[in-house]
């Protein structure tokens, strides 16, 4: 899709998101497989799902589990999955909003309460907005339709400053409010217009 040049910077950055919504949908399922592949290519984030698999896997018998040998193919990582695929599907189709803010802050709360370390939640949006990277790139160098007109660097430049807004959001639960200039974190309702 083909993005009007006459936007503002936010509403040009959030139209190219949403433009996006064509090509990545398909690969949503297959974005979200890569991401926790590399989640569970290393021992210190797998290490979180092991952590919660009494929690969430009821139903199986993990007596014999052990970190090495957790897979997959697990309940929980089935729910997960489905989880970060809606959050993927919200961002490129939903309005940036105060619904969508409340989304991304829901990110960083909900993942503070079970005690999941802000690094792991950065690499978590590092493996997302790689995937995603990935995505576009593959379509921008295939010869599917519009793919010749498609704005690889205007997109890419777009995800980037959404995920390093969801950083943030996720980051404001882990600070000290004082640290933060001493009034506490940014109000929602103008957080759109000082970053985007």
């Not at 089935?78 to 993927?88: C, D, F, I, N, S």
């Not at 709360?109 to 590092?126: G, N, Y």
């Not at 498609?150 to 639960?173: C, H, L, Y």
Request: aromatic content about 10%.
């Amino acid at each position: 899709a083909v993005v009007s040049t006459q936007s503002t910077g936010g509403e040009k950055d959030i139209a190219l998101v949403h433009a996006s919504a064509g090509i990545l949908a398909p690969r949503l399922t297959d974005m979200v497989d890569a991401v926790y592949d590399k989640l569970f290519s290393f021992d210190c984030t797998k290490r979180i799902f092991f952590g919660e698999k009494e929690k969430h896997d009821s139903g199986v018998d993990n007596s014999s589990s052990t970190l090495e040998n957790y897979d997959q193919n697990k309940p929980q990582i089935g729910m997960r999955k489905g989880a970060l695929k809606l959050y993927l599907t919200r961002l490129v189709t939903k309005p940036y909003d105060g619904n969508m803010l409340n989304v991304l802050d829901r990110m960083g709360s909900m993942h503070r309460v079970i005690k999941v370390e802000l690094i792991h939640l950065q690499i978590l949006l590092i493996f997302v907005q790689d995937a995603v990277i990935a995505e576009l790139y593959s379509y921008k160098n295939s010869n599917q339709p519009g793919a010749a007109e498609f704005d690889i660097e205007g997109t890419v430049r777009a995800f980037g400053k959404v995920i390093g807004i969801q950083n943030q959001f996720i980051s404001k639960w882990y600070e000290d409010p004082v640290s933060q200039c001493g009034h506490g974190p940014p109000a929602k309702s103008s957080y759109w217009c000082s970053i985007l």
